[in-house]
């Protein structure tokens, strides 16, 4: 079964008060942040810290992610050696682009080492290449777009409502699908506008994204409310399932429900609301079987 992301908890690599308790706040997965969060001179302490940090404590509950620096940064081939070393779930790897993406998985390959890596798609080219950049190797699982960076690219305004995004969003969520990797967008970064964030969040999720990043502990409840199943259409859902197995045995591929027209994509919508139900808990035992 496929790991739940709905929401990914950035901290910055050099922060021990925040980074100790990062298991505690309900995020599915945490980012340790070597990049941008991190100024160039705690860079070193940072990259200390993270090893301290991975050899005391075992995250258990959690998807551990490290942000390391970009290819074109001196902290690249650092940040490489102290990765080799240490058992975290993905590497994710800013301003992808071919160059970088090629460079950081062809290294992994070369060690065997068994650590995946998510790509953060952010800067315009990024976005252009981003099927091909999915494409390099089967070590890349996902991707995350970067808001901010890429506004910075374009040289557009970054709006709470995002309208300069919209080409972006679609396009790494079209290019995720088509490869069956996973899709996570942009943290919302005024930790202090709940709604603003709720809007944010939906869409992301309507458009087809599968979790969204955020800088903010206050931010992970509304991000997983807002990527789980309702109780409404989770019931929904096992109707659906239910009417299903019972048409298949009258020989039937559509049919109706509540007035309603049920075929082959309903059904697999169904399909994976329960299986995203099944992820968060939400189910009794019996009540999903995954094939
Ligand atoms: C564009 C990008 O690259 S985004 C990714 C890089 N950016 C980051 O990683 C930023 C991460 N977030 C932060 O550093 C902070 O949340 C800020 C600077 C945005 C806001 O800081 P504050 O206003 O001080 O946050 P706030 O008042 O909500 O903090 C409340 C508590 O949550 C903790 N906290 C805040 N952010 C985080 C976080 N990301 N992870 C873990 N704990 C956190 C604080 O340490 C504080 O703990 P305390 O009560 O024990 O002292
Ligand atoms: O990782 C992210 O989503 C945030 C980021 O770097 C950006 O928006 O530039
Ligand atoms: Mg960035």
């Given amino acids: ?36 969060s991190v100024s160039v001179d705690e860079k070193d302490s940072a990259r200390i810290l993270l090893e301290q940090l991975l050899s005391k404590v075992q995250f258990t509950d959690v998807e551990v992610i490290v942000r390391m ?73 996902g ?12 040289n557009c305004e970054r709006t709470k409502t995002g309208e300069e995004l919209l080409y972006a969003r679609t396009r790494v969520v ?3 699908r088509a490869l069956k990797k996973f899709v996570i967008d942009t943290p919302f970064t005024d930790t202090n506008d709940d709604i ?32 789980t199943p309702k109780e409404d259409e989770i019931n929904d859902a096992k109707r659906v399932i239910e009417a299903k197995d019972q048409a298949l045995k009258e020989g039937k591929g559509v049919f109706s429900l509540d007035g309603k027209m049920v075929d082959l994509p309903i059904i697999k919508r169904a399909e994976r609301i329960m299986a995203v139900a099944s992820k968060t808990g939400l189910l009794k035992e019996g009540e999903h079987n995954e094939n």
Wanted: glycine content about 6%; hydrophobic content about 40%; some cysteine.
């Fill in 69 to 141: 620096n970009p290819f074109e940064s001196t902290d690249y081939e650092k940040d490489i050696e102290v990765l080799q070393s240490l058992d975290i779930d993905l590497i994710l790897l800013p301003k992808a682009e071919q160059d970088s993406v090629s460079d950081l998985t062809k290294r992994l390959e070369s060690f065997k080492y068994k650590t995946d890596v998510m790509i953060l798609v952010e800067t315009a080219l990024g976005v252009e290449q981003v099927f091909d950049l999915l494409n390099t190797s089967v070590k890349v699982k």
């Fill in 174 to 176: 079209n290019a995720a």
């Fill in 196 to 227: 603003g964030l709720t809007n944010d969040t939906r869409f992301a999720k309507k458009i087809g994204f599968d979790g969204k990043a955020s800088i903010n502990p206050r931010q992970i409840e509304t991000i997983n409310k807002v990527f």
């Fill in 1 to 36: 079964m496929s790991k739940i992301r709905r929401s990914m908890l950035f901290i910055p690599g050099n922060t021990p008060g925040m980074l100790q308790s990062a298991d505690v706040f309900d995020a599915d997965s945490i980012i340790i942040d070597l990049e941008d």
């Fill in 143 to 154: 991707l995350m777009l970067g808001g901010e960076d890429l506004c910075v690219d374009l």
